[in-house]
């Protein structure tokens, strides 16, 4: 069942917001977005049934929605957290599924950070809150999404002039009692430190090549096992993938390959070869009797960083194929 939004911040007597947990009755509470008066609710008891400490107006105002109320007091306790950071010189971590290069990546927020905006003018667009650097240039925004996300030529706009766009998105009033995990994981951050394809501009992933010493199913000698492992479409696999630099690489670390005739496959292609009894390792085995027990310690193994595949060039020539 979705949580109801409430009202659970509001201003007090000197502007400043205040959370209603924290409030106490007889003082004068206003609405941060209509400023009407607001009624502190709380009763003190806990438990089902009873409802969270929060405001209520004394009467209904016209397009003030505690959506609205959410939004706006997300959004400026977020402000003052990261301006009180960077006075104190308090990094802020972020960690965030990266939707470029599908690893985790790990930063601090506020590494160029001097300044933070909330609502800043950019003329073609305000963002919820902007981050501003040592000559005032804007190099990333927070939006903050309740029921309207930004719209697509604001997010072309943030990725023309290379914006760093974080979002967070908000479902209920106890997201505001959340705020440092809130932007410890953002739901979107359109930043990737990969390094970009020269041919089609994508981000590229990762890429590294495992050298397995297993056993020969054949003949139970050992046999060295090359497969390169990548992120995206290319996934793990095997020699008859591999480009000419990664042949080299795999023959160096004394990886016999040789081209040989699959009848599962139907069809010759390059692939790691026993030295001793000539076998070799089809494409359809190589997780499961190589790759798999390596991960599980039954067979020693060596990974090697390659660089970076483009994941988007891969998908393409495997379509043209």
């Known amino acids: 069942m979705k949580t109801k939004i409430l009202y659970t911040v509001a201003l007090d007597k000197a502007g400043a917001l205040v959370k209603a947990k924290n409030a106490e009755k007889g003082n004068e509470f206003n609405c941060p977005i209509c400023k009407e008066e607001l009624i502190l609710k709380k009763s003190g008891k806990t438990g089902k049934g009873s409802k969270r400490p929060h405001f209520a107006h004394r009467a209904l105002t016209l397009n003030c929605t505690p959506e609205t109320a959410l939004h706006f007091n ?6 003052d957290k990261i301006q009180q950071n960077i006075e104190k010189g308090i990094h802020l971590p972020i960690k965030w599924e990266c939707e470029h290069c599908y690893e985790t990546h790990i930063g601090n927020l506020l590494k160029k950070a001097k300044s933070v905006k909330v609502e800043y003018n950019m003329t073609f667009c305000q963002p919820d809150i902007a981050l501003l650097d040592i000559d005032d240039k804007v190099f990333a925004v927070i939006e903050i999404v309740v029921t309207h996300k930004p719209e697509e030529k604001v997010l072309n706009f943030y990725k023309e002039k290379n914006i760093i766009l974080i979002q967070i998105n908000l479902t209920s009033d106890l997201d505001l009692e959340n705020i440092d995990s809130k932007i410890s994981k953002p739901d979107i951050v359109n930043f990737c430190y990969n390094p970009k394809c020269e041919k089609c501009k994508h981000h590229q992933q990762k890429t590294k090549m495992i050298i397995i010493a297993g056993d020969c199913w054949r ?69 499961s009797q190589y790759v798999s027990p390596a991960e599980f310690g039954d067979f020693s193994s060596e990974t090697i960083d390659i660089g970076y595949h483009c994941d988007n060039c891969y998908k393409i020539s495997q379509d043209n194929e």
């Open 219 to 287: 003949c139970d000698s050992t046999i060295k096992v090359a497969v390169v492992k990548g992120d995206g479409d290319r996934g793990t696999s095997g020699a008859s993938t591999f480009s000419i630099e990664e042949i080299e690489l795999a023959k160096s670390k004394g990886v016999l390959l040789k081209e040989h005739y699959s009848a599962t496959m139907k069809e010759k292609y390059l692939a790691s070869t026993c030295s001793s009894c000539g076998t070799f390792v089809g494409e359809f085995n190589l997780i």
């Open 74 to 79: 997300f959004k400026n306790l977020l402000a």
